[in-house]
Nanobody, 122 residues
Framework: VQLQASGGGLVQAGGSLRLSCAAS????????MAWYRQAPGKQRELVAA?????????????MYADSVKGRFTISRDNAKNSVYLQMNSLKPEDTAVYYC???????????WGQGTQVTVSS
């Protein structure tokens, strides 16, 4: 399984970017897809996750890090085997490499994309 992430770039604070991730496999409702990010010198952290067929930790079908709630929106299109991250009101602290992640339903096999750089200038 390959995950191809795209959409990163350089944007000024307050701007927007939309990340896309295309999976090389059919996505099912039980699969969880997510975006993580890793800033220089920091650990990789969960940004947002989505599971259209069940619940994830928060009890709903989507979850967000507190730092991005109200600014970022995760969505998926199973017909296109893709997940998206709409990022609005970007801040310099959002600067990081963003990684697409897939956790397959029953097997819980995990896959990572190659990462896409997001840089927010102040």
């Amino acid at each position: 399984v390959q995950l191809q992430a795209s959409g990163g770039g350089l944007v000024q604070a307050g701007g927007s970017l939309r990340l896309s991730c295309a999976a090389s496999t059919t996505l099912f409702s039980g699969d969880t897809m997510a975006w993580y990010r890793q800033a220089p010198g920091k650990q990789r952290e969960l940004v947002a996750a989505i599971n259209s067929g069940g619940t994830i930790n928060s009890g709903g079908t989507t979850m967000y890090a507190d730092s991005v709630k109200g600014r970022f929106t995760i969505s998926r299109d199973n017909a296109k085997n893709s997940v998206y991250l709409q990022m609005n009101s970007l801040k310099p602290e959002d600067t990081a490499v963003y990684y697409c992640y897939l956790n397959r339903g029953p097997s819980h096999l995990q896959y990572w994309g190659q990462g896409t750089q997001v840089t927010v200038s102040s």
